[in-house]
């Protein structure tokens, strides 16, 4: 798997969908490739936010402590992006996330991936874009949970 | 310091001696001779008796003092070599006259003598004496005979020349090793005035640049005027015979020219001394700025600095200029004068001669002569031009030294322990700017646990000073025992005290270098090899220190210890108590180990590197590290390493160099390789190209991530986008075979062979699973493997070294520890890696107790200029343990904990407070009250006073303070913590410190 696969991966997250290539191939080159064994935690909840992951390969189950044990909040299969809200905001993390199966992901790291927000506009444009779109849904959800 | 404190005493004998035979005392010296004003200003300076430290006044005289013997050998080689080169420029006339033209058989004779030897003495001694009749020889013989003799004469007055000149040299260059010797001793003892207002940059330009045009001179200072006099005199007193008048005019013309010149030249010097100053300012301007560069830059004060820079370098450009063009001048109209002499010849000569009352042999024989005259006379006028010149950077350089910037020399006192009552009596100190302390008197019983609490100003740090005796009191004075500190010799007590001020200063080196610069005071014995009799028989005659460098100077029984090692321990116990133990354990792992110089630790890293694969796989981990095998890829290593499979130890070999390495492409080209790389090297150009294009130079992301920085991106441009021309001109005229070759013969290959090592540098660092660009495949990686064989017997057969390999059963001495310890790469791809190899690594160390031989290590750590790869607490640290290695009898702190952090420095005082007190005493100056109370005594600093020591029971009233002056019974501070500890419970003023640290809190 080289450069240009993930790439491709990069490309089906709605954050980066309208990015330039060649900015998402340097977002690929400046993050690494790192590989998670079964059950091998991406982060827990609390730590601090030092990067986002791009499941490229593999799922990943986003989890949070319940008093009867964990409860999965969610699987994320291939091309999720996790963990990019935490380093938008630099609050800690607000849940635990392990590998279901062995996993390999890109690991975004949060001072490079703020570096080129600040540097190239069109990235920083496609994520304040994407944010928008997430915020509108969250308002849709909260009009339809008080309309029932 | 203290080799080269004697060696300049001796150096200075001589002239001590003379100073001896004069009134001693300054007043009537001053009215023996101008010239003795020196002395009478430096009357307790013996040294400087009349001459700022052994440096006389006059050049000439220091000169001739140092070298006398060999001047007056060299002028005696000198005169000896004079008659025979005289008779080498006869030589060539009998040549032409006796045996070519025959005037010696003119008589008809077959034969001439040859080889007459006459004895030449005074008529009235008998006249000419025949000592050998000569040979009978015939034309022939005799042209042999002569031009042999011709030969012989050219080759004897060689090896003179020879002789004369390497002497000269090593006369000039033995004086200038003196000189320089002597200068940097003499900055040794600068006063802490002078200090202040000393550049450093500025006293290093004084020693490496100004005194070297000195040393060249010293060897034609006498030799050169004699023999030069000598010949113009000769050739003036035959023109003075030939014909007087004529011989008057030709010296008026030179007297003219003696008198002249050098007060055209005396505008020059003025010059000359302004540009010396000029240029030793900038020196020291620019030393500025580089100490200072951090500031430089924070301000934003770049352009002011050029700016400046400019301005002086303008002012520098317009002496230079006027120095330049007063010179030509002066060459110019000495030129004119020289020539103007066969004018008035040819004149006022020919006048006479039609007059007929000189003959036309004479006037001949007058011009002849004269002609000889300005060769000499003009080497003279240069001579004397260096002469005033030199004379001019000696005095400039002597200002620098005069005795009342320097010290006394360190004379002999007591060594007595400071133990016992301590008591400054009416100790004052006046700074340029008003008083700091003033009449302060006190007594304190050593030994004792002290602590100073300033009160803002600098008095408190300033009798800290004084105690150190690192300023000496302006008056009053400082008694131990009813001694005048003074008293004791300068040597004993910079070995009984010790100090540590708030910057520490270190030197370039390693860290025991620096724990341990307090200790070298032991001169070693002198060596007794045959082959250092040289070099000290050298250094006796210039005055330099004897004592054998690089050599083992450590005193280790002021350590109390008996070796090295025992010594290390010591150090390692210190840093440990003070909490740097973990830093310079992680020293030590980045260390490299020398396995001469630790043989234990190098055979247990072995056995330890075994141990650790193992404990990995027993975990599981196996795959987290990618071994080193001499017979494979290792895939988390870059191309450059896998392909020397060791550490480079050459920068030739080291990251791009590689690729211009002679040997190494050698290889790559019989392998193969280069094409590859070449190829790697263009995908990779042109990738970083793609994306890193449109980032500002100089932003972060290209330092970290990219293989090119980003002023190369337009040079790797050009080079792909060459190629892409090249390869197009080459479809154009056709791809076939013949014309491919003849393409590449004639150097229109896809690329220049400098733009192939350029490619060929960029995949060196390449990793694929970092990477990822997919560049490397299996064929590659064995073909790499093959070639790594191959370059290590090329490497080995070109017996360049420089490269230590990889061997599993060997140390790399050039790897860190740590890299030595894993013997591999760590896995980066799989997540946590380096965490769990670290935890694993670790565990190891601790079971195998390898730690302290790793810390060990970590003391060989560089500590950079100035100790700049530390942070500030570590130099703190380094400079507290250098002070506590030496056992002092007194330590005075002044501010040398602060930059080592609350913590620490609170864990630091608990540890000293704890060591000192029974043998030794400790003097700590605090900049509050905050832990005042764990001292025994406590002074406190107000304005220019000190008052104390504290009753502790009662609060500190200035008053009572001010009263108790020097009147406190000795034992009045050992009594008082005990008092302090029972009184403090219910003492108002007890909790006054934890409540303002609270207010501070709040």
Known sequence: MTLETEVQSLRQVPMFREVDPARLKLLAFTSERVHFADGQRFFDRGDAADAAYLILEGEAAVTLDGPQGPIRLALLGANALVGEMGILADQPRSATVTAAVPTTALRIDRRVFLELLSQFPQIAIAVMRELAHRLEMTNQQLAQTRAS | MSGGAGAAERTGGGMAREAGDRPADGRSGEQVAGREAVPARAGNDREAGDASGGLDRSLFRYIWRHSKRDQILICGVVLASLPLYFASLDLPRRIVNEAIQGHAFEKGNETAKFLILRLQVPDWFGGERLLFS??????????????????????????????????????????????????????????????????????????????????????????????????????????????????????????????????????????????????????????????????????????????????????????????????????????????????????????????????????????????????????????????????????????????????????????????????????????PHGPVLSNVSLSLPLPAIVAIVSDGGPAASTFARVLARRVVP??????????????????????????????????????????????????????????????????????????????????????????????????????????????????????????????????????????????????????????????????????????????????????????????????????????????????????????????????????????????????????????TATEASAERHGGGMLNRIRRRWIGLGRYGSADATRLIALPLAYIEPRHRLGLIDDAFRDRLVEARGQLRTALDEAGLGGVDFYDPDQVCAAAPLRDNLLFGRINQSVADAVETVTATGTALVQEMRLAPAITRVGLDHQVGPEGRFLSGGQRAVVSLVRALIRRPDLLVLDGALSPMGENR??????????????????????????????????????????????????????????????????????????????GRADNETGPEPARVEQDVRA
């Not at chain 2, 001292?935 to 220019?944: I, Q, S």
Request: aromatic share 8%; proline share 5%.
């Open chain 2, 474 to 723: 302006t008056s009053g004075r400082v008694t131990l025992e009813g001694h005048d500190l003074a008293d004791w010799a300068g040597a004993a007590l910079t070995r009984r005290i010790a100090f540590a001020g708030v910057d520490p200063i270190l030197f370039p080196g390693s860290l025991r270098d620096n724990i341990v610069y307090g200790l070298n005071r032991r001169p070693p014995a002198s060596g007794t090899h045959s082959a250092d009799a040289k070099l000290l028989a050298e250094a006796h005659r210039t005055g330099n220190p004897v004592e054998p460098f690089p050599a083992d100077w450590i005193d280790y029984a002021q350590a109390g210890v008996a070796d090295a090692r025992e010594l290390d321990a010591l150090i390692l116990d210190w840093l440990t108590r003070i909490g740097m133990g973990e830093e310079v354990y992680r020293f030590g792992l980045l260390g490299q180990v020398d396995p001469e110089r630790h043989p234990d630790l190098a055979a247990r890293l072995i056995e330890a590197r075994i141990a650790f694969r193992e404990r990995l796989a027993a975990e599981g981990h196996a795959h987290l590290v990618e071994p080193f095998d001499p017979a494979r890829y290792n895939r988390q290593a870059t191309v450059a390493e896998n392909l020397l499979f060791g550490v480079p130890t050459t920068t030739a070999l080291t990251g791009r160099a590689l690729a211009e390495h002679a040997v190494v492409r050698l290889v790559l080209d019989r392998t193969g390789l280069a094409d590859d790389l070449v190829t790697m090297g263009e995908r990779i150009a042109a990738t970083m190209l793609e994306i890193f294009r449109g980032l500002p130079s100089g932003h972060p992301l290209f330092e970290q991530f990219s293989f090119l920085s980003a002023d190369e991106l337009p040079e790797f441009e050009a080079i792909l986008a060459r190629r």
């Open chain 2, 134 to 431: 000569g040979f009978d020889v015939d034309r022939f013989e005799l042209l042999f005979g002569l031009s042999s003799m011709f030969l012989l004469l050219v080759l004897i007055n060689g090896a003179f020349k020879y002789w004369i000149n390497v002497a000269k040299g090593a006369l000039g260059e033995r004086m200038l090793r003196r000189l320089r010797f002597q200068l940097f001793s003499l900055i040794m003892r600068f006063s802490p005035d002078a200090l202040r207002h000393t550049k450093a940059s500025e006293v290093a330009t004084i020693i490496r640049d100004e005194v070297e045009p000195i040393g060249g001179f010293i060897g034609d200072a006498y030799i050169l005027p004699a023999f030069l006099g000598t010949q113009a005199a000769t050739a003036m007193a035959f023109i003075l015979i030939q014909n007087v008048w004529l011989g008057l005019l030709a010296a008026g013309v030179v007297g003219v020219q003696f008198v002249v010149i050098p007060r055209l030249r005396r505008e020059l010097l003025r010059l000359g001394r302004q540009r010396q100053l000029a240029s030793r300012r900038l020196a020291g301007r620019v030393g500025e700025v580089v100490d200072g560069i951090a500031a430089v830059h924070s301000n934003g004060a770049e352009a002011w600095e050029r700016a400046e820079i400019g301005h002086r370098l303008g002012g520098l450009f317009d002496l230079r200029l006027r120095i330049y063009r007063r010179k030509f001048m002066v060459k110019f109209l000495n030129n004119l004068l020289a020539q103007m002499t066969p004018f008035l010849f040819y004149c006022i000569g020919g006048y006479f001669a039609l007059k007929g009352q000189l003959s036309i042999g004479q006037l001949v024989a007058v011009i002849a002569a004269y002609r000889d005259l300005p060769p000499p006379l003009k080497e003279l006028i240069d001579w004397d031009q260096q002469r005033l010149d030199v004379q001019v950077k000696y005095e400039q350089v002597l200002q620098q030294f005069l005795p009342d910037r320097l010290l006394g020399l360190d004379a002999p006192g007591r060594d007595d322990s400071l133990c016992g009552r301590l008591a400054a009596e009416g100790v004052g100190v006046q700074e």
């Open chain 2, 905 to 982: 420095a609170r864990t630091v005082l608990g540890l000293l407070l704890e060591r000192f007190g029974r043998e030794n005493s400790l003097v700590a100056v605090l900049p509050n009250d905050r832990v005042a109370d764990r001292f025994e005594v406590v002074l406190r600093a107000a304005g220019t006073q000190i008052h104390g020591p504290d009753a502790k029971a009662a609060p500190p009233a200035p008053a009572a303070g001010e009263a108790s002056g020097g009147e406190v019974p000795a034992g009045a501070g050992v009594a008082a913590p005990a008092a302090a500890v029972s």
